[in-house]
């Protein structure tokens, strides 16, 4: 059973650049998270998207947007690259328990 | 909002127990997680509470006060693998229930 994955691993952006990280669920999960974790820090909470919607967002500007499939894989795109966006991207998937499952992250950086 | 207090470093040896500590005020609570992450890699899922009391699972345990906003995760027989960031996150509630805040994470450092 694959747990959480995301592609690509690494990515290097030029300021003003648009980017999108992808991410499959842990087989059986329904809910995707992403997070965004700065170096040094702990995770920072992007938005939530179930049954393909936005659920839940945080405190990202509106250049942070997202999507998720009818097969529950979602994307992150960020328009209008800064530099401070540099940061691993987090996935975590989960179903209707608490536990989430976090993908290995994709590291964004932004020069 | 939520804010959550958790010490930046802490070093132990190994074979010995340590107790991380967590706080928390929030307008929202249903439950807290601890997470361990390695340098590079995802969080792993830990612990969940929602209840006071301790939680065990096996070397690991976790404790929770809602009243005093406080949590502890306990590591005990110490391994150099251990060595690691302990991430306490709080769970909002309601609409909000899907949405974790974490901490910055405690850096442990296990030594010989």
């Known amino acids: 059973d694959a747990g959480v994955t995301q592609s690509p691993t690494h990515l290097i952006k030029t300021r003003g650049q648009q980017v999108t990280l992808r991410c499959s669920p842990k087989s059986g999960h329904d809910t995707v998270s992403w997070y965004q974790q700065a170096l040094g820090q702990g995770p920072q909470f992007i938005f939530q998207y179930y049954e393909e919607e936005e659920r839940q967002r945080g405190n990202f500007p509106d250049r942070f947007s997202g999507h998720q499939f009818p097969n529950y894989s979602s994307e992150l795109n960020v328009n209008a690259l800064l530099l401070g966006d540099s940061a691993l991207y987090l996935c975590?998937?989960?179903?209707?328990?608490?536990?989430?499952?976090f993908g290995p992250g994709t590291r964004l950086t932004v020069t | 909002g939520q804010n959550i207090d958790q010490p930046t470093e802490m070093t132990a040896t190994e074979g010995a127990i340590v107790q991380i500590n967590c706080t928390y005020q929030?307008?929202?609570?249903?439950?807290l997680f601890w997470y361990q992450q390695h340098a590079g890699e995802a969080p792993t899922f830990l612990s969940y509470?929602?209840?006071?009391g301790l939680e065990e699972k096996g070397r690991f345990s976790s404790f929770l006060s809602r009243s005093k906003g406080y949590s502890y995760l306990l590591l005990k027989e110490l391994q150099m693998k251990d060595s690691a960031s302990y991430l306490c996150?709080?769970?909002?509630?309601?609409?909000?229930?899907?949405?974790?805040?974490f901490g910055d994470g405690t850096t442990l450092t296990v030594k010989p």
């Open positions: 975590a998937s989960s179903s209707d328990t608490y536990e989430q499952y």
């Open positions: 929030t307008s929202g609570f249903n439950g």
């Open positions: 509470n929602v209840l006071d």
């Open positions: 996150a709080v769970r909002d509630e309601g609409d909000n229930a899907g949405k974790s805040t």
